[in-house]
Each structure stands twice: as structure tokens, then as C-alpha cells.
């Protein structure tokens, strides 16, 4: 089994951009699979899902094979470019805590079935028994995430696992981890800088040590400079990405503050809840259990919010309610360029921007968002070309009305 795998892993590694190729290929497909045949959608999206966990599976090696590269040759293994400061600090996390590499995978692990799950649940289940299955997964997704927090006591990212930094196309180079010879020691005293061979110097500092062609060809360092004039703009957007920046010493843990005061707890734990309040709300009563508008039965907890009392009440305008309060109450970070909290700021603006999808929730989807989007398609169906986008949107209207997690945050 483990020569097996040895190999697998070899030969991942030996067409890692093919097999990069084909999982796009293959993911595009399945937008054109939808209304084609009968259960088209779930044999689509149950493709998604595995592609998804075998590009998981796949970043899994080649982490850990960069990694064992890394500690048996490292000239072969140096990183010019750091990794970004998402990458730096899931990877610091799953490395240093085991509770947080299992929970971070765990989630991405739901995340990649969880529509085709609700699929399964809606073929083979009832109202009922789709609403607790779908209750589960929030509620698994929300102890994961919460055993997150706990582990390190800072806002929960999103993915919580690093993602691929490393150029497939570049691995081959890498399969040889035959350890190299140390170098034969001079029988004579020598200074640092002699000691230090020089295919070990990186190659940003060994550029500096380049002389200046007396027939004035560019500087090495210089070469890659616009051939605008020479603002003050051109200069900054040369030196900026060279410039060495608190984030990148700053050990990788640290790269978001931990959560201080009661206020910023209580926004972090109601971001976490607020999916599985959403569900419980929408859980069948009585009240709701008929059939949705145009006679259509269906199993989908998207027609569970039965007649509405009070408007300021539904499942809808709570989870709303709710994450309003958790963005009142979190924190502010600085929003200089060159603050340390750049991690936490990308967080919270993925945050604001998921407020989009309520458009395709509730009461707002059924009485604005799918009127307008029905009247947009039918204005397409007679213009050539966009007849084609036409097509898409009516057939994807009724898989929002069906799923859950089709607009799921």
C-alpha cells in the first residue's frame, strides 16, 4: 500500500499541471450539466465534490512533499517569493495544532459535500428528514468552527486551510531528495562571507553584488523598471513589493491579533451561529408544511417560513439582524497599506460582501430577486448569443428555489 502510494504521489508530482488541467476542465463542465438529463445536477455536482476533495487531497502532498524537499535539499526548495500571509498562517496552525489541522479540514471536507448531501436528502428523504440533515451539517460546521476559535482565540479565516502556493510546473525538479554531500572545510582561516558558498546566496541579494556594464546595459536590478519616466508612482510600485514588511518577520501565528473583550468574543461567536439560527428557524411546523407557490411539491427548507405574522420576525430579517450586530460589535483594524492587520482586513471585507447573498434568500429572493431575474432572461430568449445566457438563468431559478446551499454563506 505504501509503494502504491509512493507512486501516486510520484507521478502527481511528475504531471501536476496536467492533472491541474483536467480538475479545472472537468469543474467548468459541470455549470453545463444542469437541466441536460435526468438528475443531472446531482451527478454534476457529486463530479464537484470529489474534484474538490481530490484537489485537497493533492495540496495535502505536495505541501508535504515541498516540505520534505525542503529539509533534505534546500537550494533546491528556496522560496524567492514568500507565500502570502493567508498561507503563512493556516499553515502555521495546522502545523503547530493538531485540533486546529483536523477541525480546518474537516470544514473544508463539509463545505465540499454539503450540496450534494442536501441532493441525496432531497431524492430519498422528506421535508423533515432533509431540514435534520441539513440541521447536522450546521451544526457540525459550527462546532468545527468553534473548536477553531477556541484553538486560537482569533477571528476564524476563510478557508482555514492554506491553499496551493506552490508552481506545479516546478515540482519535477524537485523529485531527486537525495541529500547533498556537505562541502569539503578549507584547511585555512576564512571570513563569514567565504563560508557562505555562493549558490546559498539568495538571488535578491546576489544581484546586489553585480557590477554596473560600462557600455550602459540596465542593471539587473534595474531591468525589469517601466519605461514610463520615473514618478514617484513608478518608483513605489517598483520598491513596494521588494520592501521587507512588519507581516513578513512577524512569526505567522501572530498575524492576526487575538480577540480582546466581550465585544469582539460575542461578534465572533454570532458570525459562527448565525448559519445554524438561520436553519433552526426554518424547521417544518405545521404551519408550514404545504405545498409551495404553483402547486409544485417539494422537499426544500427554502419553503419552510410559512405565513408571516410579523414581517420583522422571519428567519430571514434575524439572520440579517444578527449579522449586522456581529459586524456593529468586531473590531476595526487600521486600514494603512502597510499595517500588520492586512489578514484581518481581507477577512472582514469577504465578510461584508457575503450580504449579497441574502438577495437570494427568503422573502427577498421569492418577491424581488427572482421576478427580476425571470424578466431578465425572458428579454434575452429572441437575441442571438445571449439567448445562450437566457437558458442558463432558467436553468439554474429552480435549483436556488430547490438547495440551500446553492447561495449559502
Given at each position: 500500500?505504501?509503494n502504491?502510494?509512493?507512486?501516486?504521489?510520484?507521478?502527481?508530482?511528475?504531471?501536476?499541471?496536467?492533472?491541474?488541467?483536467?480538475?479545472?476542465?472537468?469543474?467548468?463542465?459541470?455549470?453545463?450539466?444542469?437541466?441536460?438529463?435526468?438528475?443531472?445536477?446531482i451527478?454534476?455536482?457529486a463530479?464537484?465534490?470529489?474534484?474538490?476533495?481530490?484537489?485537497?487531497?493533492?495540496?495535502t502532498l505536495?505541501?508535504?512533499?515541498?516540505?520534505?524537499?525542503?529539509?533534505?535539499?534546500?537550494?533546491?526548495?528556496k522560496?524567492?517569493?514568500?507565500?502570502?500571509?493567508?498561507?503563512?498562517?493556516?499553515?502555521?496552525?495546522?502545523?503547530?495544532?493538531?485540533?486546529?489541522?483536523?477541525g480546518?479540514?474537516?470544514?473544508?471536507?463539509?463545505?465540499?459535500?454539503?450540496?450534494?448531501?442536501?441532493?441525496?436528502?432531497?431524492?430519498?428523504?422528506?421535508?423533515?428528514?432533509?431540514?435534520?440533515?441539513?440541521?447536522?451539517?450546521?451544526?457540525?460546521?459550527?462546532?468545527?468552527?468553534?473548536?477553531?476559535?477556541?484553538?486560537?482565540?482569533?477571528?476564524?479565516?476563510?478557508p482555514?486551510?492554506?491553499?496551493?502556493?506552490?508552481?506545479?510546473?516546478?515540482?519535477?525538479?524537485?523529485?531527486?531528495?537525495?541529500?547533498?554531500?556537505?562541502?569539503?572545510?578549507?584547511?585555512?582561516?576564512?571570513?563569514?562571507?567565504?563560508?557562505?558558498?555562493?549558490?546559498?546566496?539568495?538571488?535578491?541579494?546576489s544581484?546586489?553584488?553585480?557590477?554596473?556594464?560600462?557600455?550602459?546595459?540596465?542593471?539587473?536590478?534595474l531591468?525589469?523598471?517601466?519605461?514610463?519616466?520615473?514618478?514617484?508612482?513608478?518608483?513605489?510600485?517598483y520598491?513596494?513589493?521588494?520592501?521587507?514588511?512588519?507581516?513578513?518577520?512577524?512569526?505567522?501565528?501572530?498575524?492576526?491579533?487575538?480577540?480582546?473583550?466581550?465585544?469582539?468574543?460575542?461578534?465572533?461567536?454570532?458570525?459562527?451561529?448565525?448559519?445554524?439560527?438561520?436553519?433552526?428557524?426554518?424547521?417544518?411546523?405545521?404551519?408550514?408544511?404545504?405545498?409551495?407557490?404553483?402547486?409544485i411539491?417539494?422537499?426544500?427548507?427554502?419553503?419552510?417560513?410559512?405565513?408571516?405574522?410579523?414581517?420583522?420576525?422571519?428567519?430571514?430579517?434575524?439572520?440579517?439582524?444578527?449579522?449586522?450586530?456581529?459586524?456593529?460589535?468586531?473590531?476595526?483594524?487600521?486600514?494603512?497599506?502597510?499595517?500588520?492587520?492586512?489578514?484581518?482586513?481581507?477577512e472582514?471585507?469577504?465578510?461584508?460582501?457575503?450580504?449579497?447573498?441574502?438577495?437570494?434568500?427568503?422573502?427577498?429572493w421569492?418577491?424581488?430577486?427572482?421576478?427580476?431575474?425571470?424578466?431578465?432572461?425572458?428579454?434575452?430568449?429572441?437575441?442571438?448569443?445571449?439567448?445562450?445566457?437566457?437558458?442558463?438563468?432558467?436553468?439554474?431559478?429552480?435549483?436556488?428555489?430547490?438547495?440551500?446551499?446553492?447561495?449559502?454563506?
Open positions: 500500500m505504501s502504491l502510494q509512493a507512486r501516486y504521489e510520484a507521478f502527481l508530482i511528475t504531471n501536476s499541471s496536467t492533472i491541474g488541467t483536467i480538475e479545472s476542465s472537468l469543474r467548468s463542465l459541470t455549470w453545463l450539466l444542469p437541466g441536460r438529463f435526468k438528475d443531472a445536477e451527478v454534476g455536482e463530479l464537484t465534490s470529489t474534484l474538490n476533495l481530490l484537489s485537497l487531497y493533492h495540496d505536495l505541501a508535504r512533499r515541498f516540505a520534505l524537499v525542503k529539509s533534505t535539499n534546500p537550494k533546491a526548495a522560496e524567492l517569493i514568500p507565500p502570502n500571509a493567508h498561507t503563512r498562517y493556516t499553515r502555521a496552525w495546522c502545523e503547530q495544532d493538531g485540533i486546529y489541522r483536523w480546518a479540514r474537516g470544514l473544508e471536507v463539509v463545505r465540499f459535500t454539503q450540496l450534494v448531501l442536501e441532493m441525496l436528502l432531497g431524492r430519498f428523504t422528506s421535508r423533515k428528514g432533509r431540514w435534520r440533515g441539513i440541521f447536522l451539517l450546521e451544526l457540525t460546521k459550527a462546532v468545527l468552527n468553534l473548536a477553531v476559535l477556541q484553538r486560537t482565540k482569533r477571528p476564524t479565516i476563510h482555514p486551510i492554506p491553499e496551493r502556493d506552490v508552481d506545479p510546473t516546478t515540482l519535477p525538479a524537485l523529485i531527486d531528495l537525495t541529500p547533498e554531500s556537505p562541502p569539503l572545510k578549507s584547511p585555512q582561516a576564512s571570513s563569514p562571507e567565504d563560508k557562505l558558498e555562493k549558490d546559498q546566496v539568495p538571488k535578491h541579494l544581484n546586489n553584488h553585480v557590477p554596473f556594464d560600462p557600455t550602459g546595459k540596465p542593471h539587473p536590478l531591468s525589469s523598471l517601466s519605461s514610463e519616466p520615473l514618478t514617484r508612482t513608478v518608483i513605489e510600485d520598491l513596494l513589493p521588494k520592501a521587507l514588511t512588519p507581516a513578513l518577520i512577524k512569526s505567522p501565528t501572530t498575524l492576526l491579533q487575538p480577540l480582546t473583550g466581550l465585544g469582539h468574543w460575542t461578534s465572533e461567536i454570532i458570525y459562527v451561529l448565525r448559519p445554524l439560527i438561520f436553519v433552526l428557524l426554518l424547521r417544518p411546523t405545521a404551519s408550514n408544511l404545504n405545498i409551495p407557490k404553483g402547486g411539491a417539494s422537499t426544500s427548507i427554502n419553503y419552510n417560513s410559512g405565513p408571516v405574522a410579523n414581517p420583522l420576525r422571519t428567519p430571514l430579517v434575524v439572520s440579517v439582524a444578527m449579522s449586522v450586530l456581529s459586524w456593529y460589535l468586531r473590531r476595526s483594524p487600521p486600514a494603512s497599506p502597510s499595517s500588520s492587520n492586512l489578514l484581518e482586513r481581507l472582514y471585507a469577504r465578510r461584508d460582501r457575503e450580504i449579497f447573498w441574502y438577495l437570494f434568500r427568503g422573502e427577498l421569492s418577491e424581488w430577486t427572482r421576478p427580476k431575474l425571470e424578466n431578465f432572461s425572458q428579454s434575452l430568449e429572441s437575441k442571438p448569443l445571449l439567448g445562450l445566457l437566457s437558458g442558463v438563468i432558467q436553468g439554474w431559478l429552480p435549483l436556488v428555489d430547490e438547495y440551500w446551499y446553492y447561495t449559502a454563506t
